[in-house]
């Protein structure tokens, strides 16, 4: 059984920085795209950043020049640097793969979401 668990939200003061991680486990055969996304109380969750496997990034415009995504894929692990946090950063962080499992087509796994608070 796949399972993506991510650390490192917590509450920063405006202008900080916060880095998130997001490891994949189980019986893995390939993982394609990860990415990262969030969710604010009242709003729809909404693509942050996404990695290929080769190592393409793409941000959302939002977050471009202060986020950079990056991964380790010996580890099936997916990062995400965040600097000059705003309020407006503040929400759920949920990491995303799409990957391949024996036996089974191509799916997208999602961990449980990770808190970030940005507040003074």
């Known amino acids: 059984q796949v399972q993506l668990v991510e650390s490192g939200g917590g509450l920063v003061q405006p202008g900080g920085s916060l880095g998130l991680s997001c490891a994949a486990s189980?019986?893995?055969?390939?993982?394609?795209?990860m990415g990262w996304y969030r969710q604010a109380p009242g709003k729809q969750r909404e693509l942050v950043a996404t990695?290929?496997?080769?190592?393409?990034?793409d941000y959302a415009d939002s977050v471009k020049g202060r986020f950079t995504i990056s991964r380790d894929n010996a580890k099936n692990t997916v990062y995400l640097q965040m600097n000059s946090l705003k309020p407006e950063d503040t929400a759920v962080y949920y990491c995303?793969?799409?990957?391949?499992?024996?036996?089974?087509?191509?799916?997208?796994?999602w961990g449980q979401g990770t808190q970030v608070t940005v507040s003074s």
């Open positions: 189980g019986i893995i055969l390939i993982i394609n795209n």
């Open positions: 990695i290929t496997r080769g190592g393409t990034t």
């Open positions: 995303n793969a799409y990957l391949l499992v024996p036996a089974k087509n191509w799916d997208n796994y």
